[in-house]
């Protein structure tokens, strides 16, 4: 398959699918056709929308570390699928962001990571700049270096808002370390997009196991919440 320009491919959340291990899935995306793009129309008025919450891998990052993709196969999808599934399901623009975000690597690994992820994005983002537009990955572990991203994804990448997580391997995101990072995301305007991670220390509880999905329905805005 051709995951499109880097060989960046579309995936679904791991949130989602921890929600459909019914085995409703096989692994394989579903082909969509190409019909004409739903309108979204409220109150009687066309509106734009987007979808901030749209994931990418990029295989060549996990190259850096020395690791095959396994992952790769996970409904991995080229842009001309997910195009069509955005107009099916009335998407005007997707918001690309990818995780994992490497919070564990060290300074050179992650300025080398980020820059494989961050380079793919912005590139399918130009070959489809109507359709597409990204949240760049910084390595929040590095407070210093997530501002050289940040500033490099804006003003040469074209990003549009920088993505992390709801903590940095055990550290919340208002520890005065992060502080620099946030005032240059202020100072440039951007958005900043939190996904969580799935509330880990309420899992060994078990009190958020069942069929009910509570990880999604309560352990992630939780998470978000508090973050």
């Known amino acids: 398959m051709s995951n499109g320009p880097?060989?960046?491919?579309?995936?679904?959340?791991?949130?989602?699918?921890?929600?459909?291990?019914?085995?409703?899935?096989?692994?394989?995306?579903?082909?969509?056709?190409?019909?004409?793009?739903?309108?979204?129309?409220?109150n009687g008025t066309r509106v734009r929308t987007v979808d901030v919450h749209a994931h990418?891998?990029?295989?060549?990052?996990?190259?850096?570390?020395?690791?095959?993709?396994?992952k790769a196969e996970l409904?991995?999808?080229?842009?001309?699928?997910?195009?069509?599934?955005?107009?099916?399901?009335?998407?005007?623009?997707?918001?690309l962001s990818i995780n994992p975000y490497w919070y564990h690597a060290e300074r050179d690994e992650a300025a080398e990571l980020i820059k494989v992820q961050n380079d793919a994005l912005a590139e399918i983002c130009a070959t489809t700049p109507d359709r597409f537009v990204a949240f760049a990955t910084i390595a929040l572990q590095h407070p210093e270096l997530a501002i050289e991203q940040i500033a490099y994804g804006v003003k040469n990448l074209g990003m549009r808002g920088v993505s992390v997580g709801c903590g940095v391997e055990g550290q919340e995101l208002?520890?005065?370390?992060?502080?620099?990072?946030?005032?240059?995301?202020?100072?440039?305007?951007?958005?900043?997009?939190?996904?969580?991670?799935?509330?880990?220390?309420?899992?060994?509880?078990?009190?958020l196991a069942g069929s009910g999905v509570l990880t999604n329905t309560i352990g992630n805005p939780l998470e978000t919440t508090i973050a």
Do not use: Y
């Open 174 to 207: 208002a520890d005065e370390k992060f502080h620099p990072v946030w005032a240059k995301c202020e100072e440039l305007d951007l958005l900043v997009f939190m996904h969580p991670s799935g509330t880990k220390e309420l899992e060994p509880s078990g009190r």
């Open 6 to 42: 880097s060989g960046i491919g579309f995936v679904e959340c791991e949130l989602l699918r921890s929600a459909s291990d019914d085995g409703a899935h096989s692994g394989e995306a579903t082909p969509h056709s190409h019909a004409q793009r739903r309108e979204v129309v409220v």
């Open 75 to 95: 409904l991995m999808t080229d842009n001309s699928v997910r195009i069509a599934a955005m107009d099916e399901q009335g998407i005007d623009v997707s918001a």
């Open 56 to 70: 990418c891998a990029v295989p060549a990052a996990l190259a850096v570390l020395g690791r095959d993709c396994e």
